[in-house]
T-cell receptor, first 113, second 114 residues
């Protein structure tokens, strides 16, 4: 089983719908992240969390919200999806902070029609 | 602003040959690590290699090695004896915010020709 699990793997939805992407991890890491990948733009940080009570905005947080339900769970929500939120979304966890290395889930492909 | 630049969007290499992927970065951190991640068609993000900035010796992992030039803020990835399975997108990344988060380059698509 994967250490960082994302659900759903693929999702097609319509403009205006609420969507939640879920992430769970078994690595025991405190730090968790949501990134978005678009062609030609690389990965951009949406939100990150250092523990259950600590949530931080990344560079592109507008239109998104997150919830850290437990150390192992970090979900990303799109309250009212729009077509330009069509992208590949990654959840990641961080191990030792002195390196900054991240461990990624398998990604969630979201298409907003 | 702290940035990382991968100036080549695409590269192609013949199987068994060597290819170098370039990356430059701009950081104000004094002690940091640098990373290359690989994303094959399966879309999984896989760590290829990491370099500790305070170490002068370049990191090596089997066929993968880096050419780290700290003063020039350059961190290139060399793939020797390229294999078909090396076909993927490669991202350079470095930590910002006191190593609390990773900033990624835009990536380079590498194709290995048989």
């Amino acid at each position: 089983d994967a250490d960082v699990t994302q659900t759903p793997r693929n999702r097609i939805t319509k403009t205006g719908k609420r969507i939640m992407l879920e992430c769970s991890q078994t690595k025991g890491h405190d730090r968790m992240y949501w990134y978005r990948q678009d062609p030609g733009l690389g990965l951009r940080l949406i939100y990150y969390s250092f523990d259950v009570k600590d949530i931080n905005k990344g560079e592109i947080s507008d239109g998104y919200s997150v919830s850290r339900q437990a150390q192992a769970k970090f979900s990303l929500s799109l309250e009212s999806a729009i077509p330009n939120q069509t992208a590949l979304y990654f959840c990641a966890t961080g191990g030792a902070i002195n390196t900054g290395e991240l461990f990624f889930g398998e990604g969630s492909r979201l298409t907003v029609l | 602003a702290q940035t990382v630049t991968q100036s080549q969007p695409e590269m192609s290499v013949q199987e068994a040959e060597t290819v170098t992927l370039s990356c430059t970065y701009d950081t104000s951190e004094s002690n940091y690590y640098l990373f290359w991640y690989k994303q094959p068609p399966s879309r999984q993000m896989i760590l290829v290699i990491r370099q500790e900035a305070y170490k002068q010796q370049n990191a090596t992992e089997n066929r993968f090695s880096v050419n780290f030039q700290k003063a020039a803020k350059s961190f290139s990835l060399k793939i020797s004896d390229s294999q078909l399975g090396d076909t993927a997108m490669y991202f350079c990344a470095y930590p910002t915010g006191a190593n609390s988060k990773l900033t990624f380059g835009k990536g380079i698509t590498l194709s290995v020709r048989p």
